[in-house]
């Protein structure tokens, strides 16, 4: 959209451009004509949208722009449409010679001795930004407007719900303000309004008949629902809870299975051997991995985990130490490759397994991440002959076994659930419908 339309003779072009390049600088969309094209019915049209489509209108006055019948036909399709009317003078020119429907607008003046350009220029931006969202509204509504009524009045074309009151409220804010309403605006949101509240009277009619039918609804209809939602609810929360206590009692026999794994296997660790071992080699020697009792403890957690080929999930079985300070462990020996002797945790970034499995056995379900994937950990103490510990064997086992458990047991009681719900309903059904029956029954005899 244009926010402002020049409307000048073509002898003062060059205060137009002047004026023009100013606007423009100020970030306005000028809509103005460079080129002499001779009248015709298409460049009036497209004049008349230009003013259309414009905020403001600025008519430079001069003797050849009051005597331009064009100019006079652009003056008047502005005030036909409420258009907000700046005259400045850019030539000296005899009032009683300009158009009557700029005459009661005070002027704004270039041509004077003592008219100094930025001063008038200033002028016309204060007249511009007064009440400027005003006229913004006063161009938004003038041209929907317009298209209604160009339109044969067509009913698609008034406003509807927000729009239409913002227009109303607008219109009774702003409507004596400059510019004000058009007539065609007036008439334009008062059609609205008719056709709004007549739409809205229809709707209420229509809603009514609704409502009078809903309750219209029989008893044993509304019986059945009431049994049937108290039903369904009791259904669901049985559901849940058989579903929480048996996830849990599933989750604990894994905790078990690990515990069992580790608290087995850790018999066959002699804590003095381990212990002795653990303090003949310094962290990352290469030393290590052609010690014998490395490889004789290698050889027996890899056995361990082919033993127990029942383990339905990832399984690493893994001993730790503890290390240099209060809160570091050292990783000796596991199962996956790639550890390497000795290798430092902290405790900080362990799971409550790995930081109490060298005080008594412990399995901890919360999941745990690293470079190879989720896992949940159980650890069981190495003891000396004397009782002191020593070390831990631990195991690791996928995470994704929790997650199969819980979808397992969801599934399976699900699928039970589902099964039987159809016939539960079908017995809901029957009962209100034989409840419905005997208090019928029941308020037969006492009406007699």
């Known amino acids: 959209m244009n926010q402002l339309f020049i409307s000048y003779s073509r002898k003062d072009t060059e205060i137009a451009r002047r004026l023009t390049d100013r606007f423009t600088a100020q970030g306005l969309n000028v809509w103005v004509d460079w080129q002499d094209i001779p009248p015709s019915v298409d460049w009036i049209k497209e004049i008349q949208k230009g003013i259309e489509e414009a905020d403001i209108f600025l008519f430079l006055i001069s003797p050849d722009s009051v005597a331009s019948q064009i100019c006079k036909d652009e003056i008047a399709h502005a005030a036909l449409n409420g258009k907000r009317i700046i005259p400045a003078v850019v030539r000296d020119v005899d009032a009683k010679l300009a158009p009557p429907a700029i005459t009661h607008y005070n002027w704004i003046f270039f041509s004077r001795p003592q008219d100094i ?10 007249a511009i930004h007064t009440d400027y969202d005003w006229v913004q509204v006063h161009r938004r509504l003038q041209m929907k407007a317009l298209e209604w009524e160009r339109s044969q009045q067509e009913y698609s074309f008034l406003l509807r719900g927000k729009d239409l009151q913002d227009a109303e409220a607008q219109l009774m804010v702003n ?9 065609l605006q007036n008439e334009f949101v008062r059609t609205s309004r008719t056709m709004e ?6 709707e209420r009619v229509k809603e009514q008949q609704l409502q009078l039918e809903k309750s219209m609804g029989s008893r044993l209809r509304r019986l059945t629902y009431l049994m ?6 009791a259904f669901v929360a049985l559901f849940f809870w058989l579903n929480q206590v048996t996830t849990n009692l599933a989750l604990t026999a894994i905790k078990d299975q690990m515990l069992a794994l580790v608290e087995t296997s850790v018999c066959f660790i002699d804590g003095d051997e381990y212990d ?8 990352a020697s290469r030393d290590v991995y052609d010690d014998y009792y490395y490889s004789t403890l290698d050889f027996f957690m890899n056995d361990v985990i082919a033993t127990n080929q029942n383990i339905a999930a990832d399984v690493v079985l893994y001993t730790i130490a503890r290390g240099g300070s209060a809160n570091e462990i050292f990783l000796i020996a596991s199962t996956e490759k790639n550890v390497e002797f000795k290798t430092a945790l902290s405790t900080d970034n362990v799971g409550l397994a790995l930081r109490e499995g060298m005080k008594k056995s412990v399995a901890d379900l919360q999941i745990t991440q ?9 650890c069981a103490p190495i003891h000396t002959v004397t009782g002191e510990s020593v070390g831990a064997l631990c195991t690791d086992f996928s995470a994704q076994l929790l997650t199969d458990t819980r979808e397992k047991v969801t599934t399976t009681l699900g699928i039970a659930f589902l099964a039987i719900y159809p016939a539960m309903i079908v017995l809901v059904v029957f009962s209100a419908r034989s409840a419905s029956t ?6 037969k005899k006492k009406t007699k």
């Open 370 to 378: 690293d470079e190879h994937g989720s896992w949940v950990s159980a």
């Open 175 to 183: 409507g004596e303000k400059d510019p004000k309403a058009t007539e």
């Open 276 to 283: 002795a071992f653990i303090k003949y080699f310094p962290p």
């Open 117 to 126: 350009f930025e001063v008038s220029f200033e002028q016309i931006q204060t």
């Open 228 to 233: 049937l939602g108290v039903f369904t609810v």
């Open 197 to 202: 509240n007549k739409k809205l009277e229809e």
């Open 438 to 443: 005997l208090l019928g029954k029941f308020e």
